[in-house]
């Protein structure tokens, strides 16, 4: 590796160099062997590997040391810092009109979604840990250093995130950073970019966002992705959706593609049930389910479940409503909750509590791979369904 040229950034774990690998430009990594352990560089390859995406930083080739400095090979992406484009337009080349922002809007959610679909948590999503590709437009997550496998409540790295981009829960030590809270950041990153403004982040909720953003086409999927309670915060996977359409005419959903959750029905978020695995034998891999809460009062009290029409066919009229409408709202509310609560309940093993949360997931691997990936989550309050997720991943 020859050719050296300027450092194009520099962090607490060491320092990344722009220079020539195996005759391309690659954003080389060199970190002291001191300050990384063999473990830890392991486990950084490892998320590289597993996170194959256009709108991920691709890991080159093998990591070597050389004195006495770890050397990652990265792709060097000949753009621009997201921080730059949104809070130094002098410098910037992105022209901001609505078709860009949608390409950079809908990439770097897409990217994140792939991340989860690996059971990858990043940890440290921020502006300066996007970069936007001068030709395209195309956003690319990078820095996986500090990102980390979450499995079973389990984690493989060190919570070491930017507070300025942390969740409340996070902030306030009530939980460590798991998919949610990356959620959390990518909804405050698009506030920022549409609106070009850097939020007091304690200040960040609903609220804030309406007050923003107003009528701009993102506000209803950032609204629900930066709720204060990380229980009824939307997933990346009941939000890309919404993202791809307010993106607008020039970014269009397409087939299931390998390394994409299928996109929701409109009106309900319901996903595709006639072809859900959820419908067959539990996996003989691997099956599992959260311990869900004790149902409220006896059996008998529990609401009775008739057949109904699929809440597909809903009328537009209720395409922008909540997934169980607030308020008293009379039959057509009525007749909706009885609708979504029977969607929610079928292909469950148990019941519904009256109140708590209950997480269904399941997925398939092969050859060390996993190849399908499904996960529902339901959260019920006073017998109300109020977030209802149903997420597929095909990896083929």
């Not at 939000?239 to 029905?265: K, Y």
């Not at 909540?322 to 057509?332: E, I, K, N, Q």
């Not at 997480?359 to 791979?369: C, D, L």
Request: some cysteine; glycine content about 8%.
């Amino acid at each position: 590796m020859a050719y050296s040229t300027s450092t194009l950034a520099a962090g607490c774990f060491g320092k990344v160099y722009k220079q020539k690998y195996n005759d391309t430009w690659a954003a080389i990594k060199k970190v002291p062997q001191q300050l990384i352990s063999r473990k830890d560089l392991e486990r950084e390859c490892q998320v590289y590997n597993k996170a194959s995406h256009p709108n991920i930083v691709k890991l080159l080739g093998d990591i070597t040391l050389k004195d006495s400095k770890w050397i990652i090979p990265l792709e060097f992406i000949f753009g621009e810092d997201l921080e730059t484009t949104i809070f130094k337009p002098t410098k910037s080349k992105i022209q901001m009109t609505p078709a860009n922002k949608g390409t950079i809007i809908t990439g770097m959610c897409e990217g994140l979604l792939h991340l989860h679909s690996k059971d990858i948590v990043h940890q440290d999503l921020k502006p300066e840990n996007i970069m936007v590709e001068h030709s395209t437009n195309r956003a690319v997550i990078i820095d996986l250093g500090l990102a980390k496998f979450f499995r079973n409540g389990l984690n493989s790295a060190i919570d070491m995130g930017n507070e300025a981009y942390s969740a409340p829960e996070v902030l306030q030590r009530c939980s460590q950073r798991d998919q949610r809270s990356d959620v959390w950041a990518m909804g405050k990153i698009i506030t920022e970019l549409c609106a070009r403004v850097r939020l007091y982040t304690p200040s960040v909720g609903p609220e804030k966002i309406k007050e923003t953003l107003r009528d701009q086409p993102y506000c209803h999927a950032v609204c629900r992705m930066v709720e204060t309670n990380p229980s009824l915060r939307a997933s990346m996977g009941g939000v890309i959706g919404d993202i791809r359409r307010a993106a607008g005419g020039g970014i269009t959903a397409g087939p299931l593609q390998r390394g994409r959750l299928q996109p929701p029905l409109p009106h309900t978020g319901i996903r595709n049930r006639t072809t859900s695995p959820m419908n067959r034998s539990p996996s003989p891999l691997k099956f599992e389910r959260a311990a869900p809460p004790k149902p409220v009062g006896p059996a008998h009290t529990r609401p009775i479940m008739h057949r109904s029409p699929s809440p597909r066919l809903t009328k537009d009229k209720n395409k922008h409503q909540a997934l169980v409408p607030a308020g008293a709202g009379g039959l057509d509310q009525d007749f909706m909750k009885m609708m979504l609560y029977q969607e929610a309940s079928k292909d469950l093993p148990h019941s519904l509590p009256a109140t708590g949360m209950v997480r269904v997931r399941r997925y398939e691997a092969k050859n060390g791979e996993v190849e399908t990936w499904e996960q529902k989550e339901v959260v019920m309050q006073g017998g109300q369904i109020i977030k209802y997720d149903d997420i597929k991943f095909i990896n083929k």
